[in-house]
Each structure stands twice: as C-alpha cells, then as structure tokens.
C-alpha cells in the first residue's frame, strides 16, 4: 500500500540537497547577523525565538474548479512548467481558477541556490528547443487575455536562455495576437546584450524583482547583486517598456529598508509597477521567517510607492510578484 506523501515531503524528495545550498558559500564572511534569533537569559539558559502560527490573513483558497482543472490538463498534455506549481505559491487556486496562471520555460531546474526560492536547483538538462512553441500553442488553447512567462536561471549558457526567450515572445505573439504577454526575467548576470535580446521582442510588461533590501541582499540571494539589479530594471525601462519589479518583506528587512529599496528602484528605473508580499518559508531548509508582516503595513508600502511615483503598487500579504498581473496590465492599458 502507498501512502500519500505530505506537500513537504514532496518538496523535500525533489531537492537532493537542502535548498538554498551554503547561501554564503561565495561570500568572503557573513554579511548577515542571525544573533538576535537568540536570547541569553539569566539562567544562561538558551532560547531561541520561535515565529508563531500563520495569521488568519494569510489563509489560500484551495486549488480546484472547472477553470484550474481545464488549465492543468492543457499544461500536463503540452508537459509544460509553472512557477505557480514549482515555487508552491499561495494563490495557485485563485488564479487558475478565474484563467490566470505564469509559465515556466527553460526547464525547471535553475543554476542558482536563493534561500527562499522552492523551485529545484541543480544541473539543468539540455534546453528544449521545441519549447517556445509548445508554450505558444498551449497559451492559443488557453485563450487568455495576459499571461506571464518566467523561467529559471539558466546561469551555464552563453546567453543565459536569451534567444529562446525571445523566440517564446515572438511565437506566443503570433498565436496569440490579442493576448497581452508579460515576462519575468533573471539579470543575464549583468549581460547587457543578452538584456536586450529579450527586450527587443518586445513583450507587453518585463519584470525581474529585487526580492529583498540591500542589505539582505548577500543572504536571500547570493549570486545576484542588488546594483545589478537595479541595472536591469534601468535598461527594460531605456528600452521603452513597461517596468516590473516585486519584493517579499518578512525575511529580516526593516521598514525603512524597504522604503529606501523603493527609493532606489525609482531613482534608477522609474519602474511602473510594484509588488510587495509576505515572505513564506518554503521549507525547513529554508531561510526562516523573521516577521509576519500585518496588513496595515502593507497598506502604507502602497501608500509610499504611490508617493514616489510608481504607477501600481500590488501590496498585501498573499502579494506575489504574478498576482493579478491581468487587472494590472488592463488598468495600464486603461489610463
């Protein structure tokens, strides 16, 4: 008899190794202090803080209905991946339910090991070159008015998966004439070129997301850069596109981290778009909960980014970096 593995332990089984590796493993000494998880009492007794249960705010609706079951078959038939299923996002069922869902090309192994992130790290396999249009034919089916494609680093190729990005655009763009296409993408390691391969098919909205503040930025993801980052953001917008980026907060930033971290990103990119959720520890190898942020702080996120300029800010705790990406791009489309 087989019994039925619970979802950590079908994460747990995927990974051969903790994810997130030695996060500072490249790192020449710890850039971030976990000490203060410590408390030294009189009895030198030692007791570490423990991150209490999820708040009634961050409860999911479960998967299911017509709407997620016809996606998924479309998905299962055409072997394609989702960083809805792959990095176990909250909001899978809402989405899918109502015909929304983010692509994952260019396989589901990634070359990078960020503490935070549950899609499988690894040695990829070969890249499908038949990839871009099996998406493309799959996104006909579906028949959506936006979708979001996103991919996981492919660090080992010369151009980093750039070419088939574009040619995943070029292809959905053909198929899909009245679907508007929103990408979210790695940082190429900086390449400049391969940045604008992608940004040169030209798709409707381009993201790639800081994910946490300056400071943690050594810890939640080491083989980025924040500078690097914020290159990018620059060049999407130089390249006259729409520009995306999303946060997690939770993980060990302060507050006025984040509204520096938003002060950056305009200075730099004048980025339109802005997304802002709760951190949620994948798994126990992964990088732990510092806070749970309450939904009035989300509020004043909102309230600062559209200070600044941006255009939409999506911010609450169930916030993921696709979240409601289609009433995002229509309200874009609107004003």
Known sequence: MITPQSANDRTLARHPKPLGGDTARNLPGASVSLSEFILNNKDEARQTLQIGKKPDWLRARVPGGQGYLRLKAIMDEHKLHTVCQEASCPNMGECWSRGSATIMILGDTCTRSCGFCNVKTGRPGSIDKDEPRRVAESLR??????????SVNRDELPDGGAEIWAQTIHLTRAACPNMSIEVLVGDFCGNEKNIQTVCDARPRIISHNMETVRRMHSAVRPQARYERSLNVLKQFKASGLLTKT????????HNDEVLELMDDVWRESRADILTIGQYLQPTRNHLPIDRWVHPEQFMMFKIQALNRGFRICESGPLVRSSYRADEQAALIDSA
């Open 141 to 150: 089916l579906m028949d959506l008015k936006h979708v979001v494609i996103t």
């Open 246 to 253: 999303g946060i997690m907060v939770g993980i060990g930033e």
